[in-house]
């Protein structure tokens, strides 16, 4: 079994993360705390914590990455709302057995040494769910 902890955050693509960032830090005074480029996804993030979570502004690092393609599909906006969870392997093993559809069969690292696995939007109502331990 698995328990989800808490929303960890909720992921907003977005063209240019400079541009983004003017926005979040200028315009409502919020701090990015943390940049990091994932290379194995193609993404470069930035991490700005608000209260127990945290929004996660990602930009592609390729054109056929998976941030530009959905840029290019949905336009720049809220991509993913990631849950944590207390054990991500159980959470996947459970839902399986469950039925639902998975991107993710195991884990795969993720931004800020979290583990990380998505859940498949047609499973979901339309929302890509990601699960993450921290």
Known sequence: MFKVLKIDHI?????????AATFWEGVLGLKITEVEEVASQKVKTAFI???????ELLSSTEPDGPIAKFIE???????????????????LA????QGVRLIDETPRPGAGGAKIAFLHPKATFGVLVELCER
């Open 11 to 19: 992921g907003i693509a977005v063209k240019n993360l400079e541009n």
């Open 49 to 55: 914590p608000l209260g127990e979570s945290e929004v």
């Open 73 to 91: 599909k949905k336009g720049e906006g809220i991509q993913h709302i990631a849950f944590r969870v207390d054990n991500i392997e159980a959470a």
């Open 94 to 97: 459970t839902l399986k057995e």
